[in-house]
């Protein structure tokens, strides 16, 4: 059994289509799932998904593109949203030098309020980092209390120890099993007690459905790469993975 550790089931292919989309995934044997939000309104969304769903969880945060938009509110808003049950983690959150849809500065901001609150409450982050390595870095490391998983991790291996030291998971997608990818002999040096998978649905579609729209059921593809990797069972990969997203978000 597998865990989709991070998909954002509110976008409309995904919400309208629900039903089919847990079935299809439970056929794969991914039977758990965490819905992330990316901004105050997609958290929410989250949780009247997870309301009548005892295997959805969910993350309230904002992703870095959305930092420029927040409301003066938004730290309150989180805080409220973390009072709900199926709410798991604090995110996603992070920094994306790619993109910089958001001033660097703003996304530094909204960060680190994001990370207080998790060190406030006691729980685990979801971070986002694309191009930023040493920022992200150096924010990880203002909170030595906070743990969390480095989402949809494509940085290099030196990366990976640095947030292995703080304590954090990494998490893989998609892009591990890309053509060409480096991430395959990132894996091979992850432990196998901080390794998480994931789908970052609806982006990030692994072989072999690169670039169609994506969905949870393809989290075993990127179990079955990591399985491959590490020289493995699929049954084994996921009793670590599965294991390691319960221990780390502290799913019931
Ligand atoms: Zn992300
Ligand atoms: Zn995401």
Redesign the pocket.
Known sequence: MLIDTHCHLYYEDLKNDLEGVLSRANEQGVIRFICVGTNIADSKECLTITENNDNIFSSAGV?PHDAKNVSDGYIDNIYALMEYESMIAVG?MGLDYFRNISDPKVQKKVFRRQMGVAQDLNRPVIF?NRDADADVIEVLAEYPEVIGVA??FSSNLETAKSFLEMGYYISFSGNLTFKNSHLPEVAKEIPLNRVLVET?SPYLSPAPHRGKPNEPSRTRFVAEKLADIHGISLEEIAKHTTGNAVELFRLP
């Open positions: 992703h996603e986002h989402h949809c970052d």
